[in-house]
């Protein structure tokens, strides 16, 4: 993605900064609007060419739970979102693995593969980041 | 009595106050975020298994569950219901306590 910028004229000095981004999202899908206003800035992220990675810990885990239909609910299943950040060169996801085990929930379970660490290697990854967005 | 936890239990203690101050014969509903409580593995499974033996009914809205994810791993014991349900319980019981 190195000619696309989403139409932003880039000059020499930005556009050679590569920042270590991480989202961090903690919340479920639909009960609040947190998870799909993040997803949202992870796009908008990607046409800026950074170093992002998506975590997912706590409630967070939910939102790439397999198996959500909303049409009872009447919302938009954003679920499927995830499954396409591959094309938009956001490769890096992680779950927290104490996150699953205390909902019953294993990687099988999830929309997209990740990369399941321990909190400890979770911290070492937060700690390596030059800016952490919450959600 | 209807209780109804909208919030997730690992989000808020809303469940936990609720089951606190349910008493026997009365009915629990969880909803929106609320519904995780009603899967299997979660830390409240034991919690609602707890109170369903002590005569306390658990309702589960089930396009919440659906639109989730989460339809398939619900708690043996725990009921599902579709809104007209939701508005039975309602009409049932003789009061609400929304714990919000």
Redesign the interface.
């Known amino acids: 993605m190195t000619e696309s910028t989403g139409g932003i004229d880039m000059d020499e000095e930005s556009s050679g900064t590569v920042k270590k981004f991480a989202f961090i999202n903690r919340?479920?899908?639909?009960?609040?609007i947190y998870a799909l206003e993040s997803l949202e800035v992870v796009l908008i992220s990607a046409a800026f060419d950074q170093d992002v990675s998506l975590v997912f810990v706590?409630?967070g885990v939910?939102q790439i739970?397999?198996?959500?239909?909303?049409?009872?609910?009447g919302?938009k299943?954003f679920?499927p979102a995830y499954r396409a950040l591959e094309g938009y060169d956001i490769e890096k996801l992680y779950v927290e693995k104490e996150s699953l085990e205390?909902?019953?929930?294993t990687e099988d379970d999830l929309v997209v593969p990740v990369e399941v660490l321990t909190s400890e290697e979770m911290a070492t990854l937060m700690d390596e980041q030059d800016v952490v967005m919450s959600f | 009595m209807l209780h109804i936890v909208?919030?997730?239990p690992?989000?808020r203690n809303t469940l936990d106050a609720c089951l606190r101050m349910a008493k026997k014969g009365s009915t629990v509903l969880l909803i929106?975020?609320g519904v995780?409580a009603a899967?299997?593995?979660?830390?409240a499974?034991s919690k609602l298994k707890a109170v369903m033996a002590k005569d306390i009914h658990v309702y589960a809205l089930?396009?919440?569950l659906?639109?989730?994810?989460?339809?398939?791993?619900v708690i043996d014991g725990i009921k599902q219901v579709?809104y007209p349900g939701f508005v039975d319980l309602v009409a049932e019981n003789k009061n609400v306590q929304s714990w919000l």
């Open positions: 919340k479920a899908p639909y009960g609040t706590d409630d939910y739970k397999k198996g959500q239909g909303t049409k009872a609910v919302m299943n679920s205390s909902r019953g929930l | 909208n919030k997730s690992s989000e929106e975020d995780y899967t299997k593995g979660n830390t499974e089930w396009p919440d659906e639109a989730r994810g989460m339809q398939d791993t579709d």
